[in-house]
Nanobody, 122 residues
């Protein structure tokens, strides 16, 4: 079972920025298309962004386009989510997961990591 670890969350004011990281042991992430998802309190978990194996293609949910950037460092085996111009509605627990190359909204595995909490407050 693939174990992913998310980090980088925190408290930030509206308009602020955070960078989330997604890692796994032994550079395993380099073999997967990776997606970021988020779950706000009382809501379902939603897709946020995805990036292909070599990072040449990215895809974003409409509400984060122009504000969030997904990237990957092959040498470090890490996927990032740079979040700028944060809004209170971005408050959620953020998760990363391997996704299907033909459907970024669909995960390859059923389990989730622990996620990382992002809170945007005034």
């Amino acid at each position: 079972q693939l174990q992913l670890v998310e980090s980088g969350g925190g408290l930030v004011q509206p308009g602020g920025s955070l960078r989330l990281s997604c890692t796994a042991s032994r550079f395993v992430l380099n073999y997967y298309v990776i997606g970021w998802f988020r779950q706000a309190p009382g809501k379902e978990r939603d897709f946020v962004a995805a990036i292909t194996y070599n990072g040449d293609t990215t895809y974003y949910e409409n509400s984060v386009k122009g504000r969030f950037t997904i990237s990957r460092d092959i040498a470090k085996g890490t996927v990032y989510l740079q979040m700028n111009s944060l809004k209170p509605e971005d408050t959620a627990v953020y998760y990363c997961a391997p996704v299907k190359s033909g459907n970024y909204y669909e995960r390859l595995y059923a389990s989730w990591g622990q996620g990382t909490q992002v809170t945007v407050f005034s």
